[in-house]
């Protein structure tokens, strides 16, 4: 232990620092302590408000779609109905969607229906975002659910489903726009679901046999088909062979090709807050920095006195570069346990709420530890080794 660099350490460090360096070093290591915290909070809210628009996803999309490459419908076939007996294929359901023109009491309001059977809620948990109301019942051929959405476009009254709302929906084919060429039926709003935005705004649930009907299609005529697979099962593996089953006639997407511009914003929004996280643990880092130069302002007659016994720059320098790091992964180590406390009484105890029913979304993952861990030694190792630069035969004769 007793090596020249050890006793270097002991000799600089051993002495008491006048105040006001202590007082810096404290304002640096509570700087890296404060930037630590920031950066795994901000990872760990993120991470929540993810999971919090993807679990909406979740409830409105399939793990795999299938619809047609050209056309708005096709017809079930034997191909088809061989490729749907894949072991790994939990449930499926049949699904009609059309562009349709909404009207109730005078208002008026475009959207799309989407006519389902009586298994989609075993592909998708739409049920579970029903706020008024209820879901579907098949003895109830006219019944709709619609977005909260379009409910407060066409000033639906809450609670009052008494009135009917029609549904506009022009005819499969070619030919002159025409009041004959429009197909209408009067339905009974049963439920009002919310979900996000985009959703609640757009989609009109209904009933498959309602939707055939009014678009004059054949039993076994439809716009896509919707799957749930097993839990372990690869979406994308089984999407790729899905489509080589079913050829160029069908488009196969899984949820995630389904929200190709939903994921990759939140992608880009992911890495936009890593950066600004990041941006201030750098600015704390500076803290690290003018620190460790005014300690060695503070330590220039011991400095010199290390070289004229024999102790090279470099020597020198490598001492105030460890002690550096050591302040570093000392407000690592310290910022990690409390911002991993903070995170765990938001999950726990909830107290952060974005309104009296919903808390602020956050999670813990070790990834976001691993990120931190990372980002902040490989920032300050750099602060450390700019800080310890300062050392120079100048300086110290």
């Known amino acids: 232990m007793n090596t020249p660099l050890y006793i270097a350490k002991r000799y600089l ?39 919090f628009n993807l679990f909406f996803l979740n409830i409105s999309d399939p793990d795999i779609k299938i619809t047609a490459t050209k056309g708005k419908s096709f017809l079930i076939n034997d191909t088809i109905n061989s490729v749907l007996q894949d072991k790994r294929i939990a449930q499926y359901s049949k699904i009609i969607e059309e562009q349709v023109l909404l009207n109730f009491d005078g208002k008026q309001k475009a959207a799309s229906i989407k006519a389902v059977d009586f298994n989609y809620l075993n592909v998708n948990k739409m049920d579970t975002a029903i706020a008024i109301g ?74 498959l046999a ?60 992911n890495l936009f807050t890593y950066l600004i996280a990041t941006l201030i643990v750098i600015i704390a880092l500076f803290n690290v920095i003018g620190a460790m130069i005014m300690m060695i302002l503070d330590k220039k007659e011991n400095l010199k006195t290390l070289f004229n016994l024999g102790l090279t720059i470099k020597q020198i320098k490598n001492i105030f570069t460890l002690q550096g790091i050591l ?9 990690l346990i409390l911002a991993v406390i903070f995170v765990y009484i938001q999950l726990i105890y909830e107290p952060i709420m974005i309104r009296p029913d919903l808390a602020y979304p956050v999670e813990f993952h070790l990834s976001n530890v691993l990120i931190v861990v990372i980002t902040i030694l490989i920032l300050g190792v750099i602060a450390a080794f700019i800080a310890s630069n300062r050392i120079s035969e100048k300086l110290i004769s």
């Open 13 to 51: 460090f051993s002495k008491t620092a006048n105040s006001t360096i202590n007082i810096i070093t404290k304002i640096a290591t509570v700087g890296v302590i404060i930037g630590t915290m920031a950066l795994f909070i901000v990872l760990s809210v993120f991470s929540g408000l993810k999971s």
């Open 134 to 207: 209820e879901w579907l019942d098949p003895k109830f051929k006219n019944a709709v659910v619609i977005g909260s959405g379009i409910a407060r476009k066409l000033k639906l009254p809450l609670y009052s489903f008494t009135d009917n709302l029609k549904v506009y929906v022009i005819k499969p084919g070619k030919g002159q726009l025409n009041m004959k060429s429009i197909n209408s039926v009067r339905t009974q709003v049963k439920g009002i679901f919310e979900l996000v935005d985009d959703i609640n705004e757009k989609y009109v649930f209904t009933n």
């Open 210 to 269: 309602l939707a055939q009907e009014l678009l004059n299609y054949k039993k076994e005529q439809i716009s896509a088909l919707e799957i749930k697979l097993n839990a372990a099962n690869s979406h994308s593996a089984i999407a790729k062979e899905l489509q080589r089953k079913l050829g160029a006639r069908f488009k196969v997407q899984t949820r995630k090709q389904l929200n190709e511009v939903t994921y990759k914003m939140l992608n880009m929004e």
């Open 327 to 335: 302040l570093t992964i000392f407000g690592l180590i310290v910022g």
